[in-house]
């Protein structure tokens, strides 16, 4: 965790078409990493996590993938739907797990 | 379940003043942390509790504080404030495994807006 990094900042999509969001973290022992929805006026909420003894996690449209060498992970949302349109924020653990450090978010816009 | 509930919901205050804000847990979450939400930024740690101890902070001042009652309740405390503290706090609860994080249940925020 401590300094998680989110690209990009924005990311505009036509319905259908597919989105990636990127993040970096720079702590080697971090080993839990969630992503969190957070649409307008509501609070954030959980969609997908992943451990670092897992490379891929997929749940229906979303899947979320880990490469603890280079210390990076994406979202990836497939078949965007108007209803995906929200801020993204990726999150990871520190070297101990009390502390959870969040990227500065994703803002997504579904085109219809 | 009750989720996590925050109070007060939106609130006003001037320069110097102090505030005090209140989150109650889902019940039988003992782990609670707190983020500071503003629009760039993200979601910035200020510190989590567990069974009525700090076990992490985050970098904020010392104007920064907080504690945690023995039912879980959680408070968090910022004096002298300042126009830059103007955010939206954000409380939430987890159930601690004791072995490794997991989900974070957030409450709707408090709005603080300082003048």
């Known amino acids: 965790g401590e300094n998680v990094e989110q690209h990009p900042s924005t990311l505009s999509v036509q319905e259908g078409d597919s989105a990636v969001i990127k993040c970096t973290y720079s702590?080697?022992?971090?080993?839990?990493f969630p992503w969190y929805k957070q649409e307008l006026g509501k609070r954030p909420q959980l969609i997908i996590d992943?451990?670092?003894?897992?490379g891929e996690k997929k749940d229906q449209r979303i899947a979320v993938t880990l490469n603890k060498t280079a210390k990076h992970f994406s979202l990836h949302i497939t078949e965007t739907q108007p209803e995906d349109s929200a801020v993204y924020f990726c999150?990871?653990?520190?070297?101990?797990?009390?502390?959870?450090?969040f990227g500065a978010g994703t803002t997504v816009t579904v085109r219809a | 379940k009750a989720g996590v509930t925050q109070t007060p919901r939106y609130l006003i205050k001037t320069r110097g003043q102090q505030v005090t804000l209140s989150c109650s847990p889902i019940?039988?979450?003992?782990?609670v942390s707190w983020y500071q939400q503003t629009p760039g930024q993200g979601l910035q740690f200020l510190f989590e509790?567990?069974?009525?101890?700090?076990?992490n902070k985050g970098n904020f001042p010392g104007r920064f504080s907080g504690r945690q009652f023995s039912n879980s309740r959680s408070e968090m405390n910022v004096s002298t404030l300042e126009l830059g503290d103007s955010a939206l706090y954000l409380c939430?609860?987890?159930?601690?495994?004791?072995?490794?994080?997991?989900?974070?249940?957030f409450g709707e925020g408090s709005r603080l807006t300082v003048l």
């Open positions: 019940s039988g979450h003992r782990s």
């Open positions: 702590d080697s022992a971090s080993n839990y």
């Open positions: 509790y567990f069974s009525e101890t700090q076990r």
């Open positions: 999150a990871a653990t520190g070297s101990n797990d009390y502390k959870l450090s």
């Open positions: 992943i451990r670092s003894n897992v």
């Open positions: 939430a609860s987890s159930f601690w495994s004791g072995r490794s994080a997991g989900e974070l249940f």
